[in-house]
């Protein structure tokens, strides 16, 4: 197993102190849904390194499409999961965990690609394995919003599904 | 894009838009959905099945044949042929359990289970085997299930086989699965062609996000309309919550939740249903959960224990070729090689197949992000994708995993990986790799954050004898659930008795994976059918006051 396990509760609990700050400092209503959408788009811009495209508009779009993904695909879990994600987002969103656990110092629309996907490397391998099963529900959650989506599917050769009738 | 799909012949095809289901609904077979529900509703029947894949739809098959009122139980949706365009976008959120994402507590394994009416059936690549000799005789023998032989279970499988049409796969083997015998072959190791269970099969290749034209033999097309015709009723989207008992530890009804039309969370609204016997079908999570829930007893502490997951490695190998890994039937070639190298309850052995590939599936499987990512999704048509499961729960400590459940009663599945077997899945690493570069792959790369892969078998088995192997690390998938309510000898040993008759719950018959007492170190689904189909004969006979059919 990895070194010192943080557990789901502890997860919590962090994730929890870090709402509860957030409550504190009264930024709850302007720190909601545009940063989490920052810092989703800039998650999934390192992520997607390789495939977007450097044309900015349609850079801009698909990865607008890719955040509504992710967001549809959370809506569809399970109520546990939610919440989680919930979690995890909003340990992102907050500066001070967002510079602390992350180490991402810029606010997310300002953020380095190199350093989000520094961020991104260090939990994939982190020995913390609360931080790899973060770094697991945006791999996935970000790649899978991307290639479900037919006009991605070109650039990897994939012909898309049969003509049936 | 026909060009790019090997071996798309058809056999003899009647109608290829049938949808046994849809027509069935249309003439006025009942099926309530229960997120249309307005208000709380009482139900009653002869028998109430909870779950409707492999074990609950045989149940309402062979108990409708049987006279009875039967009411089947479903937690997912119903979509029927006519619903199924192979999206994943689609299929995931809405057949699978958890969109696809269930994970063990640790999100270590990723699980693949059908939440849906047909349950996994539905969306199960359709690899048919009976259960292996081996594992029968080590039923028999180490936890003295003396009934389970080859011989007694073989009329069952005989019968299931015909009725859903397995029968090894006639057709070339796609290129994915066509890789595997080649370079099994210049290893030495012997392959197989494995049976499926369709009829017409089209060669598509997109039986996991159900089959657009009805040719895989799944319940939902074949006993969950026969159990219809007869005058079952089917229940969507309700959640089986609690198990009522009487003073006397019968069930005297089911108390279920109608969930909400997308699925996520219940509505206001219940449902109870009385019957004089329930089955349970529901899953080697969900079936163990529901009794947990219910607060079943339990003297033993057996419940939910010993889960076991067929833990998987997956092994990704790139041609100069093209291989379309997404076209044609996704499992026809598997080999056992290394599950008989050892002995049952040795060092733990593994069963070789290919997956499907699809870009969803694929690109979350894959390690690493960023530019190495996108790389590797480039060479997707060259791609060629080997799995390893892994048996588990024979060897003394591979002790599979356990049930429990979260505050809010959702299962949660704890399945810890230890030595035993990183072991495994160190020599399944190997064994793939030999095997892909055999075959003429350019480049293999280990599921593993800790590798970009290897250009040649040296440096593979030189690399991967290196690699740390541990959770999250290694990537682990799971497509099959089994144990948690193990049949036993005796009550000191199992949940229920070897027909499924829970020992002490006089009413309730456990029908489905959950039944078994090990992995079966195969693909389970036809394991289900045919202990369903001997142990619901059994009990139509006792529920219909008949003489008890002379079986072992």
């Known amino acids: 197993m990895t070194a010192p396990v943080i557990d789901r509760r502890t997860f919590l609990k962090t994730g929890f102190a870090g709402t509860l700050l957030l409550a504190c400092v009264g930024h709850v209503a302007a720190a909601s849904d545009d940063e989490e959408a920052s810092m989703l788009t800039a998650i999934s811009a390192a992520l997607l390194v390789g495939m977007l495209s450097g044309q900015p508009a349609a850079r801009t779009e698909a990865l607008s499409s890719t955040v509504a993904g992710v967001r549809q695909a959370v809506a569809g879990l399970p109520p546990h999961l939610q919440s989680e994600i919930a979690d995890l987002f909003s340990l992102l969103r907050f500066s001070l965990t967002r510079r602390f656990l992350a180490g991402v110092s810029a606010p997310w629309a300002e953020a380095r690609e190199e350093d989000v996907a520094a961020f991104l490397e260090s939990w994939r391998h982190s020995r913390f394995s609360l931080l790899q099963t973060a770094y697991g529900a945006l791999h996935d959650l970000v790649l899978g919003a991307w290639y479900a989506r037919p006009e991605h599917w070109a650039a990897i050769g994939y012909p898309g599904t049969p003509e049936v009738f | ?552």
């Open chain 2, 1 to 552: 894009m026909t060009d790019t799909q090997p071996g798309r012949q058809r056999e003899a095809v009647s109608n290829p838009t049938r949808d046994p289901m849809r027509d069935g609904l249309a003439a006025g077979w009942k099926h309530i959905d229960a997120s249309r529900l307005q208000a709380d509703t009482m139900l009653e029947a002869d028998v109430v099945i909870i779950g409707s894949g492999a074990g609950g739809g045989i149940a309402a098959e062979l108990l409708s044949d049987a006279g009875l009122k039967v009411i089947l139980v479903e937690e997912g949706p119903l979509m029927t042929t006519s619903d199924f365009r192979m999206r994943e976008s689609e299929a995931y959120p809405q057949l699978y359990q958890e969109s696809a994402a269930r994970k063990t507590v640790d999100k270590a394994i990723t699980i693949l289970q059908g939440r849906c009416v047909g349950g996994s059936t539905t969306v199960n690549w359709t690899s048919s085997f009976r259960t292996p000799p081996t594992t029968l005789a080590y039923w028999q023998e180490a936890l003295g299930l003396r009934q389970l032989s080859v011989e007694s279970m073989a009329p069952w499988f005989a019968a299931m086989e015909d009725r859903l049409g397995v029968r090894p796969w006639p057709v070339e083997p796609n290129a994915n699965n066509g890789l595997l015998a080649q370079g099994a072959e210049k290893v030495g190791v012997p392959t197989h062609v494995i049976p499926r269970n369709v009829r017409g099969c089209w060669n598509l290749g997109y039986c996991g996000m159900g089959c657009p034209i009805g040719a895989k033999q799944s319940m939902l097309v074949t006993s969950i309309p026969a159990a219809l015709a007869r005058g079952a009723v089917l229940i969507s989207r309700l959640r089986a919550d609690r198990l009522i008992f009487s003073p006397q530890q019968r069930i005297v009804g089911l108390k279920g939740l109608a969930m909400q039309a997308d699925g996520v969370r219940p509505s206001r609204i219940n449902v109870r249903i009385r019957a004089r016997h329930f089955v349970l079908a529901g899953g080697a999570v969900g079936s163990p959960a529901l009794l947990l829930r219910s607060k079943a007893p339990d003297p033993h502490g057996l419940l939910g224990q010993r889960t076991f997951l067929h833990p998987t490695l997956v092994s990704a190998g790139v041609f100069s070729q093209r291989v379309d890994g997404y076209a044609g039937a996704p499992q026809t070639i598997y080999s056992d090689h290394y599950l008989e190298q050892f002995a049952v309850d040795g060092p733990l052995g593994f069963k070789l197949e290919t997956p499907p590939l699809h870009p969803v599936l694929y690109s979350t499987t894959l390690q690493g992000f960023g530019a190495q990512h996108a790389d590797k999704m480039r060479d997707f048509p060259h791609a060629q994708v080997l799995i390893a499961l892994v048996r588990d729960g024979f060897h003394p400590q591979s002790l599979g995993g356990r049930v429990r459940l979260r505050s809010d009663g959702s299962p949660a599945l704890d399945y810890p990986l230890n030595e035993v077997f990183w072991e495994a899945a160190r020599r399944a690493l190997l064994a793939m790799a030999e095997i892909q570069f055999a075959a003429g792959a350019k480049r293999v790369t280990p599921v593993h954050e800790g590798t970009l892969g290897y250009s040649s078998w040296a440096e593979a088995k030189r690399g991967i004898a290196d690699l740390p192997l541990k959770p999250l690390a290694c990537r682990i998938v799971s497509a099959h659930v089994m144990g948690g309510c193990a049949m036993g000898a005796t009550p000191e040993r199992g949940v229920v008795d070897p027909r499924g008759r829970h020992f002490q719950i006089e009413n309730l018959t456990v029908c489905d994976g959950s039944l078994f007492p090990t992995s079966i170190g195969a693909n389970p689904q036809l394991s289900i059918y045919g202990l369903a189909a001997r142990n619901i004969s059994l009990l139509a006979a006792e529920l219909q006051n008949r003489p008890a059919l002379a079986i072992p």
